[in-house]
């Protein structure tokens, strides 16, 4: 359930940034999203698919990866600091701390099934 969520903020955070700041750059979280929001419908029907977390987690994993360098500025930017192209870092900082709490709540998922099985 938590990957279909975490889509779908990915996807309302990407058509929002792009509203914003007409930017390509809005496209990786709505791209990771919609990935994301068919992996979780497919777990819905596949309950304990580990096939199905593992590249949810894999996804989530490297678009964390892709846009952590924009965390710092995300930082200063809601501190209130004065930043270059504010829009893009406001969509890229969000997208990565949802790919973070999607991480560790799907590494919790799979440590905790594979330690009841």
Request: hydrophobic letters at 55%.
């Given at each position: 359930?938590?990957?279909?969520?975490?889509?779908?903020?990915?996807?309302?955070?990407?058509a929002?940034?792009?509203a914003?700041?007409?930017?390509?750059?809005?496209?990786?979280?709505?791209?990771?999203?919609?990935?994301?929001?068919?992996?979780?419908?497919?777990?819905?029907?596949?309950?304990?698919?580990?096939?199905?977390?593992?590249?949810?987690?894999?996804?989530?994993?490297?678009?964390?990866?892709?846009?952590?360098?924009?965390?710092?500025?995300?930082?200063?930017?809601?501190?209130?600091?004065?930043?270059?192209r504010?829009?893009?870092?406001?969509?890229?900082?969000?997208?990565?701390?949802?790919?973070?709490l999607?991480?560790?709540?799907?590494?919790r998922?799979?440590?905790?099934?594979?330690?009841?099985?």
């Open positions: 359930m938590s990957t279909l969520i975490i889509g779908m903020l990915l996807v309302l955070n990407g929002g940034g792009f914003l700041t007409r930017s390509v750059m809005s496209g990786i979280p709505a791209l990771a999203g919609v990935a994301l929001i068919l992996l979780g419908l497919r777990l819905i029907k596949v309950a304990e698919s580990r096939i199905f977390m593992g590249i949810a987690l894999s996804i989530s994993a490297i678009t964390m990866v892709f846009t952590a360098s924009a965390v710092p500025r995300f930082v200063r930017l809601l501190t209130g600091a004065e930043v270059e504010s829009g893009d870092i406001l969509v890229v900082g969000t997208t990565a701390l949802l790919c973070l999607h991480v560790t709540l799907l590494l998922t799979l440590l905790r099934s594979r330690s009841s099985s």
